[in-house]
């Protein structure tokens, strides 16, 4: 009798859902397990690897950043031709101690969401614009917005995959999505707080409630949109005479840490949009008046 052997099958070590929020690659492979809409990855401290990867993949842009989770975007860069590799590779490893990298489809949808979630309930759900720089940027956020109510729904059955996660902290926790072919596809976590929208008294120029007394839909009319302009040498500058052009809104702005967030608040979106070209035409000359 000729004996027969077992194949082996890799099985996965199933992920703690806890671990989705520090670790990128695990919340990549914990979506992959649950079968939760998420990019196409690799992750690996190896460039060989990731080069390999990115050389099988073939498809431009790409995104490349650190596995471990960081704010504002920190190492997360728009990889548009495979040259520019080796560089963002390095500089990744150079900054989180030789770390793992994890390179990925860049997903272009109909919107870039985020939701973010206080004490079990969704409070708040901006629309969010990126700058398809070098560096993954935000450009504006607008928010409350309302969304269909079949994607509401889809993205709610994603979040009870995370709902140990999501009951594991008091602060804000937002949940980041594009929306591609009328489906969201999860992009990243995070549960800092450093969002001016979550502040009461930015909250309250944008005629919004406590982030943790906000309900979805928001009952306001009111929105809001946050225009964000990075890199500024000067933070002594004065960007009073942009607000004053805002004549059919409400303006609030701050420096902070070589940044302006100047935002525009009205119940009519053609006067926000109005009023925000206007506005930008006046930043930029400031800005640029400096740079000269």
């Known amino acids: 009798m000729k004996s027969s052997k077992s ?8 992920i703690n859902q806890l671990e989705t929020i520090d670790d990128r690659s695990k919340l990549r492979e914990y979506c992959k397990q649950n079968n939760i809409l998420t990019p196409d990855y690799f992750a690996s401290e190896e460039f060989s690897k990731i080069s390999s990867w990115a050389m099988k993949k073939n498809t431009f842009p790409l995104c490349i950043k650190s596995a471990h989770n960081l704010t504002h975007n920190h190492l997360i860069y728009i990889l548009k031709a495979y040259r ?3 560089e963002f590779f390095e500089n990744i490893q150079a900054k989180t101690n030789n770390g793992k990298v994890l390179i990925e489809e860049f997903i272009e949808g109909k919107a870039y969401l985020e939701v973010t979630i206080v004490d079990k309930k969704i409070r708040l759900v901006s629309q969010v614009c990126l700058s398809k720089t070098m560096k993954l ?3 504006w956020r607008a928010f409350p917005i309302r969304l269909p109510q079949i994607i509401i729904e889809k993205i709610e059955e994603i979040l009870k995959f ?3 996660l999501i009951e594991s902290t008091s602060n804000p926790i937002r949940f980041s999505f594009v929306i591609k072919n ?3 596809i999860l992009l990243s976590i995070n549960d800092n707080s450093e969002r001016l929208e979550y502040l009461n008294d930015w909250r309250a120029d944008a005629g919004l409630e406590p982030i943790n007394q906000a309900v979805y839909p928001s009952k306001t009319n009111m929105i809001s949109k946050i225009n964000i302009y990075g890199s500024l040498k000067d933070q002594t500058l004065n960007f009073s005479s942009a607000a004053k052009v805002c004549l059919n809104s409400k303006t609030k702005y701050e420096l902070i840490k070589n940044k302006l967030y100047f935002m525009i608040t009205s119940d009519n979106p053609k006067a926000i949009t109005e009023d925000f070209e206007k506005a930008n035409a006046v930043i930029k000359q400031i800005i640029d008046s400096i740079n000269q």
């Open 162 to 164: 995370f709902d140990k």
């Open 7 to 14: 194949k082996k099958q890799n099985i996965a070590t199933p």
């Open 182 to 184: 009328s489906e969201p």
């Open 137 to 139: 940027q935000y450009k």
């Open 84 to 86: 520019e590799l080796p």
